[in-house]
């Protein structure tokens, strides 16, 4: 800052000095005031203070400028730092999707594949299988049929109870015809006994 104000010094003395012994005004130099008459120390000094103030005005809004845009930096510099481990956990995410999508697909290609097998599987097992299904089905419809002429054979063909039935009529008429026999004998003994011949 010192070396700052003495240049500044040194360039407003000056050409006032130049002015005092030419007798005349202080040239204006870019960024000066235009002195019209010699100026007194005191008025030097007024002057040269607040220059100085300007300057310093100046710098410490400069500082301040810097301060903020360091701010702004750090701000930044923490933004990309940020930016870069999202960055990176994204890519690190997608490389975990595009694992597990690529092992997905490899699990659909080998499902396909099955369902392809399998979908052949049945189509050749249909087409042994459909003359095997006619085939019983034949056997079973002939099954019926010969269960169906047993079934009005055996239900024409007399049980044990009607042969008992049968056996115990036939003994019975025996011994009608038993009994009528000897009645019969009888008759003929008594017209016999009575004079009466066939």
Same mark, same amino acid.
């Given at each position: &800052? ?13 050409? &006032?000095?130049?002015? %005092?012994?030419? $007798? ?6 870019? $960024? ?17 203070? %607040? ?49 597990? &999508? ?12 099955? #369902? ?43 049980? &044990?109870?009607?042969?008992?039935? #049968? ?27 009575? $004079?009466?011949?066939?």
């Amino acid at each position: &800052m010192r070396p700052v104000a003495a240049l500044i010094a040194a360039l407003a003395i000056s050409p &006032m000095a130049l002015a %005092e012994e030419s $007798g005349g005004s202080v040239p204006s130099l870019p $960024g000066q005031i235009a002195v019209s008459k010699p100026m007194t120390p005191a008025q030097k000094i007024a002057t040269l203070e %607040e220059a100085l103030n300007k300057e310093i005005g100046r710098r410490v809004d400069l500082d301040a400028k810097v301060v903020s845009l360091a701010q702004e930096n750090s701000r930044l510099v923490s933004a990309r730092d940020a930016l870069t481990r999202d960055k990176a956990s994204s890519d690190a995410e997608l490389a975990r999707t595009r694992d597990a &999508m690529s092992l997905l697909q490899r699990d659909l290609a080998s499902l396909r594949g099955d #369902y392809t097998g399998i979908a052949k599987t049945i189509r050749l097992s249909l087409e042994s299988l459909a003359p095997l299904a006619l085939l019983i089905l034949a056997l079973l419809g002939l099954l019926l049929f010969i269960t169906r002429k047993l079934a009005v054979h055996v239900h024409d063909v007399p049980t &044990m109870a009607k042969l008992h039935e #049968y056996e115990t009529l036939v003994t019975h008429l025996h011994d009608q015809l038993k009994a009528e026999k000897g009645h019969n004998a009888v008759l003929k003994e008594r017209l016999t006994n009575l $004079g009466i011949v066939d």
